[in-house]
């Protein structure tokens, strides 16, 4: 009798300690996708703060390039509905999506500058030039960043066992990365 009830304590106790190491799996692993989930919050809210930036920056470049060229109203117009986009959209997708509008809005501003030298050598338009350079660069540095980061949290809660984990908890893959535009895959003609 007593070798019997040993048996059963000792059952019950690899039962209890399994269901202890399974429990404590869900916990470190639902805390880990929890911190690796907010990593991608602050590294989308970093994105978004450099967009904004440019965003920023824009009214004072169209004005600048304005003054020159008064009959492109096209390229200002597109610029406008663009920037309109960004400011207006609320989710990282729609914001990736507006953000590719006004980067090929912007480049054929850019473009256009090339048909009037005068405005090359105007001192606000190169300091604006130079500031959006700047937004640029800090833009691809926030972009590399944060697909980074949602590609180790995609990467993590896909893992085995993490994925049952995730499950569980809800946590489901995030797939708002931030991609070349179509028309970034054309280089742009140069003519003298």
Do not use: C
């Amino acid at each position: 009798m007593k070798k019997g009830l040993w048996v059963a304590v000792g059952f019950l106790v690899v039962i209890a300690l399994a269901g202890l190491l399974v429990f404590g799996s869900y916990i470190s692993a639902k805390n880990q996708m929890v911190a690796k989930q907010e990593a991608v919050h602050e590294s989308w809210s970093q994105v978004d703060i450099v967009l904004q930036r440019r965003a920023d920056l824009i009214p004072n470049l169209v004005a600048t390039v304005k003054g020159y060229a008064k009959h492109e109203e096209t390229v200002f117009g597109d610029i406008a509905n663009a920037r309109a986009g960004l400011l207006n959209a609320r989710d990282p997708q729609s914001k990736i999506q507006a953000n590719g509008q006004l980067d090929s809005a912007l480049g054929r501003l850019l473009m256009l500058t090339e048909n009037y030298p005068d405005l090359k050598s105007n001192q606000n338009f190169l300091a604006l030039q130079d500031q959006l350079e700047g937004s640029e660069n800090r833009i691809a540095v926030e972009r590399r960043r944060y697909n980074e980061t949602l590609r180790d949290y995609n990467t993590f809660i896909r893992q085995f066992p993490n994925s049952i984990w995730a499950n569980m908890a809800g946590f489901q893959p995030n797939n708002a990365y931030f991609e070349a535009s179509p028309g970034s895959r054309n280089a742009p003609q140069v003519k003298f």
